[in-house]
C-alpha cells in the first residue's frame, strides 16, 4: 500500500494503491496525515471507528471527513491507519483504527475538509470505477484512488 501527494490547483490531492480495498482507503488515511503533518511522532494511542454509506465514493469520503471529525473533536492526528472494506446490506462499511497522535506533539497543518472533486475509487487499469456493487476484492493489480484535499 502506498500514497502520493500532489499539487492541486489551491488544494491538494492524493494518489493511493493497495493490493485490496482495505489497503487503499487506509493508504488514502495515511496520505491525509501526510497532507496535515511532515514529521509523526511514535506518541499517542490507537482508537477504532466503523463508517458506513451507501457507495465506494460515499464511503471513502465519510471515512475521510469522519478522520477530521476525529482530529477536531479529540485533537489527534489519525496516522498508521488500518482499514478494511466489505459490503454490508446494500452498501458497503468500512472497519478502521489509528493512532491518534496528540496534536500537542505535532506542527500541523490544516486540511478543512474532503471534496467531491476529481475523487475516484477503482481497481487499478480497470477502464470503469467500480460500482456499489462490485466485490471488494480486486485481481492482481490491486485498487487505487484519488482525493482532493481543500487546505
Keep these: 500500500m502506498s500514497y502520493e501527494l500532489r499539487s492541486h490547483t489551491a488544494d491538494v490531492a492524493v494518489?493511493?494503491?493497495?493490493?485490496d480495498l482495505?489497503?487503499?482507503v487506509a493508504a488514502v488515511a495515511d496520505g491525509l496525515a501526510a497532507a496535515m503533518c511532515d514529521e509523526i511522532p511514535e506518541t499517542g494511542e490507537r482508537f477504532s471507528l466503523?463508517?458506513?454509506?451507501?457507495?465506494?465514493?460515499?464511503l471513502l469520503f465519510d471515512y475521510l471527513d469522519q478522520l477530521i471529525?476525529?482530529?477536531d473533536v479529540r485533537g489527534v492526528l489519525p496516522?498508521?491507519?488500518e482499514a478494511s472494506v466489505r459490503e454490508a446490506g446494500e452498501g458497503w462499511m468500512v472497519a478502521a483504527s489509528a493512532r491518534g497522535v496528540p496534536?500537542?506533539?505535532?506542527?500541523?497543518r490544516d486540511v478543512k475538509a474532503v471534496?467531491?472533486?476529481e475523487m475516484r475509487i477503482e481497481e487499478a487499469d480497470s477502464e470503469e470505477p467500480r460500482s456499489s456493487s462490485?466485490?471488494?476484492?480486486?485481481d492482481d493489480d490491486g485498487w487505487e484512488a484519488y482525493v482532493v484535499l481543500d487546505v
Excluded: F, I, M, Q
Design 15 to 19: 494518489a493511493a494503491t493497495g493490493d
Design 69 to 71: 471529525y476525529e482530529r
Design 22 to 24: 482495505g489497503e487503499t
Design 134 to 138: 462490485s466485490r471488494p476484492e480486486a
Design 103 to 108: 496534536l500537542a506533539d505535532v506542527t500541523a
Design 50 to 58: 466503523t463508517v458506513r454509506a451507501e457507495g465506494l465514493e460515499a
Design 79 to 81: 496516522v498508521a491507519n
Design 115 to 117: 471534496t467531491y472533486s
